[in-house]
């Protein structure tokens, strides 16, 4: 069956992303999708949902973007102007993000993602690190915390999130600073923290499930999931203070101008770790909303009706209204060729 991924949306979150001429891409791990989401018109949305296994952390910049999935990391590239050569664009695309290639992972876990100088680096859950990527292996192990003794596949301590400057990892979040085996599903509502890298000095500590860093020059804004809030750190003192109260269970965070466009999940009530996790919002669905930093204000909301219940990660599709991912599921994926400013289609052969 088909699914169409109802939404109900406040007026204001079309005219926002037609205003400021972007769109949304957001991956849902449990619907193993990645939806994209903009406005024409800044009236009405469209979804473009894209299938993939299990997709977890996205990285988007200039015509370069990476998805990471339950087992493997695909690569994706605008370069060239394949939507210029679409024939029957109806659907009014105006850029293509054509898949480049994929590297093997294998289940690492891995969450937030980061383009670096010629590398890509993730946080590897599953291993308790920070890694890189390439062809000779699943990964390449490239820092983790000091209290990490050994990488072995035991997700220790559940980092998620990290700050990329200037190429390099500088800030990553975690769950737990445990040293076992999951051992940070023990007290997820105070033993979380962000550690800086490569130093490994711990900037806060006793967090509920922090994730979804953004570095923002004398601070760092992050959300703290287990107990719906925004938050900020100053990065010298380590005093943090609280931002707002979204009264949600917040993951995924992005900045344009003075706004945070913030993705909330629905509450997995079924889950021995998180089931215990409340807020007094009885509201449980799964969306986003835009945050003006300004006014201290949510000024639009985004939520669904069904079939999507979690999101992990969003990026900002800056200039493109109706972006599409081409990937290898498609049948359109085989059938287009690429090199320097050359695009060309497979003829269907004369039956």
């Not at 990892?169 to 769950?175: A, C, E, G, I």
């Not at 890298?197 to 499930?209: C, D, F, R, S, W």
């Not at 498609?330 to 059938?335: H, I, R, V, Y």
Request: net charge neutral.
């Amino acid at each position: 069956m088909l699914k169409k991924y109802p939404i109900n949306f406040d007026n204001e979150v079309a005219k926002f992303l037609f205003d400021k001429k972007i769109s949304l891409i957001i991956s849902t791990y449990q619907a193993g999708r990645v939806m994209i989401l903009g406005s024409l018109d800044g009236l009405n949305l469209h979804q473009v949902p894209i299938g993939f296994k299990k997709p977890m952390g996205l990285s988007l910049e200039g015509n370069k973007l990476a998805i990471a999935t339950l087992d493997n990391i695909f690569f994706f590239s605008n370069k060239e102007k394949v939507v210029n050569t679409l024939h029957l664009n109806e659907k009014q695309f105006d850029t293509v993000y054509l898949q480049r290639a994929k590297y093997s992972t294998s289940t690492l876990d891995i969450h937030d993602i980061g383009f670096g100088k010629g590398l890509l680096w993730g946080v590897n859950t599953l291993f308790s690190c920070i890694s890189v990527f390439d062809i000779n292996h699943s990964f390449t192990p490239k820092w983790k915390p000091p209290f990490i003794t050994e990488l072995v596949p035991e997700d220790r301590c559940h980092m998620n999130s990290m700050i990329m400057n200037e190429g390099m990892p500088t800030y990553v979040s975690m769950l737990s600073m445990t040293n076992e085996k999951e051992g940070w599903r023990k007290d997820i509502m105070n033993s979380g923290a962000i550690m800086k890298v490569p130093t490994g000095e711990v900037l806060i500590q006793n967090l509920a499930l922090p994730h979804s860093l953004i570095d923002d020059g004398d601070f760092i804004y992050f959300l703290e999931s287990g107990r719906g809030t925004l938050n900020k750190v100053n990065k010298r003192t380590g005093i943090s203070e609280l931002v707002y109260n979204f009264q949600r269970f917040v993951r995924g965070i992005k900045r344009i101008d003075d706004c945070f466009i913030v993705s909330f999940s629905a509450l997995r009530k079924s889950s021995k770790t998180f089931g215990s996790i409340t807020f007094d919002d009885n509201n449980n669905l799964a969306g986003f909303c835009i945050f003006d930093l300004k006014t201290n204000q949510i000024i639009g909301t985004l939520e669904y009706e069904a079939d999507i219940e979690e999101i992990y990660d969003l990026a900002i599709c800056d200039g493109f209204l109706k972006p599409v991912i081409l990937n290898e599921n498609q049948e359109e994926f085989n059938n287009v060729i690429t090199f320097p400013r050359n695009v060309f289609w497979k003829k269907e052969k004369e039956k």
